[in-house]
């Protein structure tokens, strides 16, 4: 069964750091790319990063560039986003993704619907 388990969300103040992990288990997703997505309250979900390591493929949403930074640590199967500068715009579940799509696709307003794994997601909170 392949399952995608978010952690690391939570309160943090404006200007503050945060590092999402998604732990990936039941298959090898060494050649899918894996991103996020963020949902705040009221709003669709929207792309956050993606990357694909057996391309090295990269994408990021305008509103995350410079700040986030999406990693991987294949032992562990892991993916990360660490956020930097997080704002009060920042607040949202994010959600962990997986697929075989290229990163560059994950920008499209259909994407959501089409990627094969998602996880529960983790609240990130930003206060003011």
């Known amino acids: 069964q392949v399952q995608l388990v978010e952690s690391g969300g939570g309160l943090v103040q404006a200007g503050g750091s945060l590092r999402l992990s998604c732990a990936a288990s039941?298959?090898?997703?060494?050649?899918?790319?894996m991103g996020w997505f963020r949902q705040a309250p009221g709003k669709e979900r929207e792309f956050v990063a993606a990357k694909n390591w057996s391309t090295y493929s990269t994408s990021y949403a305008d509103s995350v560039k410079g700040r986030f930074t999406i990693s991987r640590d294949n032992a562990k199967n892991t993916v990360y986003l660490q956020m930097n500068s997080l704002k009060r715009d920042d607040t949202a579940v994010y959600y962990c993704?997986?697929?075989?799509?290229?990163?560059?696709?994950?920008?499209?307003?259909?994407?959501?619907?089409?990627?094969?794994?998602w996880g529960q997601g983790t609240q990130v909170t930003v206060s003011s």
């Open positions: 039941g298959r090898t997703f060494s050649r899918y790319t």
């Open positions: 993704a997986a697929d075989s799509s290229p990163p560059t696709a994950w920008g499209r307003s259909e994407i959501p619907g089409t990627l094969d794994y």
